[in-house]
């Protein structure tokens, strides 16, 4: 037996195998999705239910949903901060041709939900920042930020809706970290953030689904809590809620002055939900109320005197 | 599976042409046909796996390293700002099944450091054109088997196995990717994709073959 014999014995045992192993896989994965769609329906949220049948029957496709998870790609909230400012004329060469080009791909052509909803409660704060018109107060206005870079569900290897689910997720952004944890008492959100300025004691929680609208929108003030972080805590959906499935999680630290008319709705429900679940709210309620009742428009009196009847 | 059929039906219900080349399936999925990639998927993906087993990894672990890669390879269509991942380019000369087993290797490499298992070629490196035995041709083309060749015993097949896996770790990958690029390369080819200089590729590749067949000499002459 010379080397030719041993390298066509060895050709011939190899194209066997992988001849053997094509047809066993063929038949195994015939069903199975293709790995694009996997990328596509996790930035846009837009999965089939006969694929998230397939997906909590078949460990390999789950396998792979991790692994494409894990190599998302989303910009980062200052990238997006500088985009919308480019967009509003204000900002310009904060972002480098190569993050412009990928963070406008992400948000036209992938059509990434998460993004698109972060885009859209960044837009009013930017706009804000821009009729300033001061340039470099517009680069330092971008509000600490978290968000869940998969949805809820996929926290884990679980899916939407089925059986053994996510029950914690956490998302981090420094300076602020996000948990939404299944407790006791429901779905409830904590959020500790260091050296917050003092302006910057509202955290607006959001649940957004995948069509990128707005579930669930809680607002809670931050206290003090120990040396430089702040804590705050709010439940948002009940106990008897199995999961939150497809929803994103996003979760901004903004300016109290940013509220407006639109706001006020949601501050009685989310001022219940924080008391359920947070010792300190009370008291961060009450200087909070009382901070936005010095710096609130006349319109926000009514509703804010009630909120401070309930709070005393 | 294609073989003998010229057009075969896509998954996104379209016709593609079965003998579309790899480098027009990738540069069509660059463009933003996403069927085509999961063409070349399926025309590589048991070969991918198969490489993997060969190189050592367990059935499991060549099913998940090999999804990395085609996730990586996927990705290369949306490199993110400071990605290192480049997109594959016919123009820098390697061929596409040469580009996908050059990432495999690396990322086998490794997988299996974090193991605890270190191989490194360059070890080989001696700095001279000195050889050991007789030279392997330049080419390292090996004509298909013919029928008769094909009709291998499950004896034989099981003893190639054995050979195979009693190989040392470096020999074992060297000839996994031989045998994955179908026998078509050049020593240089291999060379460049154990990243080590064509004297060590052919030490090794040499070595290997010597191994394998002084094991299958010991197991004696089989049956076909």
Redesign the interface.
């Known amino acids: 037996m010379n080397d030719r014999d041993v390298m066509k014995l060895l050709r011939a045992v190899h194209e066997l195998d992988v001849k053997e192993h094509e047809e066993r896989r063929t038949q195994e994965r015939a069903h199975c999705l293709q790995l694009p769609r996997f990328r596509t329906a996790l930035l846009r949220g837009d999965w089939t239910a006969d694929e998230r049948q397939h997906l909590h029957s078949c460990s390999y496709c789950r396998m792979t949903l991790s692994k494409v998870k894990a190599h998302l790609w989303h910009p980062t909230f200052r990238q997006l901060w500088h985009y919308l400012g480019e967009d509003l004329g204000v900002a310009h060469g904060d972002l480098s041709d190569e993050e412009r080009m990928h963070v406008g791909q992400h948000l036209a052509a992938d059509q990434c939900r998460r993004c698109l909803f972060i885009v859209q409660v960044l837009r009013p704060l930017a706009q804000a920042s821009a009729r300033a018109g001061v340039v470099e107060s517009f680069r330092r206005s971008l509000p600490p930020m978290s968000a869940t870079p998969v949805p809820v569900a996929f926290g884990t290897a679980g899916f939407a809706g089925e059986g053994n689910e996510t029950t914690t997720v956490e998302a981090e952004e420094k300076p602020l970290k996000v948990r939404l944890a299944r407790e006791e008492t429901g779905w409830v959100i904590r959020a500790e953030a260091m050296d917050l300025p003092v302006e910057y004691a509202l955290a607006r929680f959001s649940l957004v689904t995948p069509e990128g609208r707005e579930w669930s929108r809680r607002y809670a003030f931050f206290s003090p809590a120990f040396d430089a972080w702040w804590t705050t805590a709010t439940r948002v959906a009940p106990p008897d809620m199995a999961a939150l499935g497809d929803l994103h999680l996003v979760a901004a630290v903004l300016p109290v002055e940013s509220l407006v008319e639109e706001d006020l709705h949601y501050l009685e429900p989310s001022l219940a939900e924080c008391l359920a679940v947070d010792a300190q709210a009370k008291e961060a309620w009450q200087r909070g109320v009382e901070r936005l009742l010095q710096i609130g428009d006349p319109f926000m009196r009514a509703t804010l005197e009630r909120l401070k009847t309930e709070l005393t | 599976?294609f073989t003998g059929i010229d057009r075969l039906r896509a998954?996104e219900g379209t016709w593609v042409d079965a003998r579309q080349a790899d480098h027009e399936l990738i540069a069509d999925y660059y463009a933003c046909h996403?069927?085509r990639?999961?063409e070349l998927?399926h025309r590589y993906?048991?070969?991918l796996?198969?490489f993997l087993r060969?190189s050592g990894l367990s059935q499991s672990e060549a099913?998940?390293l090999a999804?990395?890669v085609?996730?990586?390879i996927?990705?290369t269509k949306?490199?993110?700002?400071g990605?290192r991942a480049r997109a594959y380019n016919p123009q820098a000369g390697a061929s596409f099944r040469t580009w996908l087993f050059t990432i495999s290797k690396r990322l086998l490499l490794d997988a299996m450091r974090r193991q605890g298992r270190t191989i490194t070629f360059s070890t080989l490196e001696r700095g001279s054109q000195e050889e050991e035995g007789?030279p392997?041709e330049a080419s390292?083309h090996?004509?298909e088997?013919s029928p008769e060749?094909?009709i291998?015993t499950r004896q034989?097949?099981r003893d190639?196995?054995e050979c195979?896996n009693r190989l040392p770790p470096r020999e074992r990958i060297a000839?996994a990717l031989w045998?994955e690029t179908?026998?078509v390369m050049t020593l240089q080819d291999l060379a460049n994709m154990l990243e080590v200089s064509v004297a060590t590729a052919h030490r090794v590749l040499?070595r290997a073959?010597e191994l394998?067949?002084e094991c299958?000499?010991q197991r004696g002459p089989r049956e076909s």
């Open positions: 599976m998954p996403d069927e990639f999961s998927h993906s048991a070969r796996e198969g060969v099913e998940d999804q990395e085609w996730v990586r996927m990705n949306y490199p993110s700002p990605s007789e392997l390292l090996v004509e088997p060749e094909e291998l034989q097949q190639v196995h195979m000839v045998l179908e026998g040499r073959f394998i067949r299958l000499e």
